[in-house]
């Protein structure tokens, strides 16, 4: 045709997801106004990237962890699976208590479940035993990682309220505050920013994307910008 022409294929594959779920009694923790728990945010996180991913005819599966590896759900696609993931979910017993947390087994379960590359979602609020780093770095050389972390605006700052008992989630051990003794507050802020800097240390270092999920954050504003920064980083 006295010119020359390129052929382009495009491959059209599709996407296998999995939900990397953390359901220890800590995300059960929730001070908004209207009860709003990082449980709560957990399952509505879920819920719209399952539908938002089957509707495009990806896979989604889950491994579901409470202490140990309670429960794991094979990829599928279709409305169906989401169904399913959404009641197994809500279904989910809450722990009174638990072992502490390590993230490790949950990390590791799912390195041992995803046969081909995927992407992979670990929801989590990252309050967990150290050396489950590792557990990440080998799971995000294998597939492309993404770790979403619950956070409630009181886990890193406390108001002046007066004598408080707190309890640990998991253990139960109880302790006397008293949040009016500035000093004590101004502590309780260093330990939640050394916290910060070590968990996002980690995530820098095994290369994953993050994406921070607040109890009083409108959910649908933060997909978005997670969205868009992904976007950014392929250009």
Excluded: C
């Amino acid at each position: 045709m006295n010119a020359p022409y390129i052929r382009q294929y495009s491959e059209d594959r599709e996407i296998t997801a999995w939900f990397l779920l953390d359901l220890s009694p800590s995300v059960d923790f929730g001070t908004v106004d209207n009860e709003r728990q990082k449980r709560t945010v957990l399952i509505d996180f879920v819920t719209t990237l399952a539908r938002l991913l089957t509707r495009h005819g990806n896979r989604v599966g889950a491994v579901f962890y409470g202490g140990r590896i309670d429960r794991t759900i094979p990829a599928r696609g279709g409305r169906i699976q989401v169904l399913r993931l959404i009641n197994d979910l809500l279904a989910q017993p809450r722990l009174a208590s638990s072992p502490p947390t390590d993230l490790g087994p949950l990390l590791d379960a799912g390195r041992q479940v995803t046969r081909r590359r995927s992407l992979v979602f670990v929801i989590s609020d990252f309050i967990s035993a150290p050396g489950w780093e590792r557990s990440l770095d080998l799971l995000n050389r294998r597939h492309e990682v993404i770790a979403v972390r619950l956070v409630d605006p009181r886990e890193l700052e406390l108001p002046d309220v007066g004598p408080l008992i707190v309890e640990d989630a998991e253990t139960g051990e109880q302790l006397f505050v008293d949040t009016a003794d500035q000093g004590f507050r101004r502590r309780f802020v260093e330990a939640a920013e050394r916290r910060e800097q070590t968990i996002g240390s980690a995530f820098r270092r095994a290369g994953v994307d993050a994406l921070a999920l607040a109890t009083n954050e409108d959910l649908v504003g933060a997909i978005v910008r997670m969205a868009a920064r992904r976007r950014m980083r392929r250009r």
